[in-house]
Structure formats: structure tokens, C-alpha cells
């Protein structure tokens, strides 16, 4: 018998086995959400980032500024510093990266003295910003964090946000990351 030509066995091996149009459509559609995930979740990680440097940026700045500019003798230890918020406008202008000024308690100053052998305290100024979440990542973090870390007041009695974990608070619903900086400054200093 005669060896059917090698054209002919390629066409009975596409026809027996398929083109594998299928597998490569079906690999695709289980692929893609994760591929998806890790992109946007990366993206999201990169927004975090830039928010902590830019929140504790600006906290720093408006303590320098309101140290050099404001009188607080007449102020007592881990009391508010009410004439802070007058600095609100300079913190909504550093704001950047879909980053909002949390609209409740972004902006606060507090006084402490942790060394009694200095004579003049410090001020620290407190800025939270609200971040929205992409949407692939609000789905898997609502599923991990619940409302375990939902965010509470800015107090003096909490500098190093209790509630949240590192810098960061969130909140399911509406799925916001909250970022705390912290700018810390002498009384005396002078710019």
C-alpha cells in the first residue's frame, strides 16, 4: 500500500486534533481577570505610595508654616491647635493623584512635649486625604478587610492612628482609602 503524501496526514491530524482556537480563547478568558487584577492592583499600590509621600509632605509643610508664622505660647500641651485649619486652602492645593482632603477631619494640629527638658514643645500637624479605589481592587479588599479598619476622628490622643494599619485606614462603602501624614516641628522654630 501507498503512503498517503505528507499533506494529507497534516489535514487528517488538524482534523482529528482541532486548529486550537479554543484552548487559546478559553486560556484568555480565565486569564484576563487576573491579569487585569495585577495591573490595576499594582497601579493602585503605585497611587498609595505617591499619596503617603505627598500627605506626610504636606503635613510637614504646614507645620513649618504655622510654627513660623502663629504665636502658641499661650497654648497647653495635648490641647488642638485650632489656627491650623486656616491652612485647610495649602493642603486642598498639594493634593494630587485623584487624592481629596478628607472632608470631616483632614486637617489637624495637636501639641506635645515628649522631652521635659526642652523648654519649648513641638506642634503636630495631622492631614488625612481620601483616595477612591479602581474597581477590580475595592471587590478584593472589601472581601479581606470588611470595615476592620474604618476610619475614626483625627485626636490628639491618637498621633499614631490606632485604628488603622500603618498610615492607612479604609472604608467599604463607598470603597476610599484614607492616608494620615504627620508633620512634626519645635515651637521655635523660624524659617
Do not use: W
Request: with cysteine; net charge positive.
Amino acid at each position: 500500500m501507498a503512503k498517503a503524501p505528507l499533506s494529507a496526514s497534516r489535514g487528517l491530524v488538524r482534523r482529528f486534533y482541532g486548529t486550537g482556537r479554543g484552548q487559546t480563547m478559553t486560556e484568555t478568558v480565565i486569564l484576563l481577570p487576573l491579569f487585569f487584577f495585577i495591573v490595576f492592583g499594582l497601579l493602585q499600590l503605585a497611587q498609595l505610595g505617591l499619596a503617603v509621600v505627598i500627605v506626610n509632605y504636606t503635613a510637614s509643610s504646614i507645620a513649618r508654616k504655622a510654627a513660623s508664622e502663629r504665636d502658641f505660647s499661650t497654648v497647653a500641651q495635648g490641647q488642638p491647635a485650632g489656627s491650623v485649619t486656616a491652612y485647610s486652602q495649602k493642603a486642598i492645593n498639594m493634593m494630587v493623584a485623584g487624592m481629596q482632603l478628607d472632608t470631616t477631619s483632614g486637617l489637624m494640629g495637636c501639641f506635645e512635649q515628649s522631652d521635659l527638658s526642652v523648654p519649648t514643645g513641638e506642634l503636630v500637624v495631622l492631614v488625612r486625604a481620601q483616595l477612591q479605589l479602581f474597581p477590580f481592587v475595592s471587590y478584593f479588599l472589601t472581601g479581606v478587610f470588611h470595615d476592620q479598619y474604618a476610619v475614626q476622628p483625627l485626636s490628639c490622643t491618637d498621633l499614631t492612628n490606632q485604628s488603622g494599619f500603618g498610615p492607612f485606614n479604609y472604608s467599604p462603602q463607598p470603597p476610599i482609602f484614607y492616608v494620615t501624614g504627620t508633620g512634626k516641628v519645635r515651637l521655635n522654630y523660624k524659617a
